[in-house]
């Protein structure tokens, strides 16, 4: 008689769905632990990177909110998003956690990225100093440099205006120019090498940014502030209007500021007749307008060369455009060029002055 065959399928020949989806779940358990794994060493690493950055409060929560929700395994809504998990047949904990985890990481990063227009400052608890003075002169450049680090950073600060025309305010020193900054009595000078000792105080764990960043920087010292006397003293009513700022604002005597005013602005009429060969510069205008539209160029769309915050060179110029901003160079550079828009932000991120008034 012919052997009957079984109805029973053979155990070697089919595997039980218990077991099917035993394999499955082990397998996108290991999935979901390796990208977890990778997110939490790329935001580790980011976080660090935000640090020495100079990042703002949001990006620096937003990167731990990330390593919360990445490594959280007892949250409300990780239970939720477990339960739901479960109806999909993703029963074991572990996995249902794992997937909850991205999920929830993706809710926290939606809340936090409210805020990131927000005014964050730089932190500087490391550096707390006792005084800082600046011997300036108050329409100089490379003074207001200094001043919209200082003020960026919210590091309070006293003025000691120099008079141009005796210097008696920095005798003491053997440095002749200015920016001078004494910080808790130790003398500073330059202002790139000032915001450079600044910068390693306030983040002792970063070097000083290179790339991009230094890129800029050396452009707004060896172009941009060269371009800025022609214009300032372009003719001799602007000349007279930069110098009736200069000596409103400085330290003057009523006879010295008579005779600074006048004589001042009839000489550096004359001397950025010869700043203007010096550097090249044929039409003074076409030279500050072509300067700015270089910068928002460079932006490349961003709020700010630094992305969502202001970095060393965004600071850098602004402070060497904050003093001519609103004299009529200032004027017509906002009316002519693009970079109002990025002006008026790099205002409201840099905030009110730390100066301390005495």
């Known amino acids: 008689m012919p052997r009957r065959r079984s109805l029973n399928p053979k155990p070697w020949r089919f595997k039980s769905f218990n077991q099917e989806q035993g394999k499955s779940e082990k397998f996108l358990k290991l999935r979901f632990r390796s990208a977890a794994m990778r997110r939490v060493n790329g935001l580790a690493t980011l976080s660090r990177a935000l640090s020495c950055a100079g990042a703002g409060a949001v990006e620096k929560r937003l990167a731990q909110a990330a390593l919360m929700s990445t490594c959280s395994s007892s949250s409300t809504n990780s239970h939720i998003f477990s339960q739901k998990l479960e109806l999909l047949g993703l029963s074991r904990p572990s996995l249902a956690r794992s997937v909850a985890g991205t999920m929830l990481f993706s809710a926290v990063a939606s809340s936090l990225a409210q805020d990131a227009h927000a005014k964050e400052k730089p932190a500087s608890e490391k550096f707390l100093p006792k005084e800082v003075v600046l011997y300036q002169y108050e329409a ?25 025309i005796n210097k008696k305010e920095i005798k003491w020193s053997d440095y002749k120019k200015v920016p001078i ?8 000078v330059d202002s790139s090498d000032i915001i450079d000792k600044l910068f390693l105080r306030i983040n002792p764990d970063c070097s000083i940014p290179d790339g991009e960043e230094k890129k800029w920087r050396e452009w707004v010292d060896n172009h941009l502030v060269h371009v800025l006397s022609p214009n300032i003293y372009r003719s ?3 000349a007279l209007e930069s110098f009736d700022y200069i000596t409103t604002h400085g330290n003057f005597s009523f006879t010295e500021r008579l005779v600074a005013k006048y004589a001042g602005a009839a ?3 004359f001397v950025s007749k010869k700043l203007k060969k010096k550097h090249n510069i044929t039409d003074e205008r076409a030279a500050l307008y072509e300067a700015a539209e ?9 709020n700010y060369l630094g992305g969502s915050n202001p970095n060393l060179a965004d600071l850098a110029v602004f402070g060497v455009l904050r003093p001519i901003r609103y004299l009529t160079s200032g004027k017509d550079m906002v009316e002519h060029t693009r970079i109002g828009e990025w002006y008026s932000r790099m205002e409201n991120a ?9």
């Open 350 to 358: 840099v905030g009110e002055s730390a100066r301390i008034k005495e």
């Open 140 to 164: 100089c450049p490379f003074c207001n440099k200094v001043k919209a680090f200082l003020d960026y950073n919210n590091i309070p600060y006293k003025i000691v205006e120099v008079n141009p």
């Open 267 to 269: 000489a550096m009429y």
């Open 236 to 238: 001799t009513s602007e």
């Open 294 to 302: 270089t910068w928002v160029d460079a932006l490349k769309g961003r």
């Open 181 to 188: 900054l004494k910080v808790d009595g130790e003398q500073m």
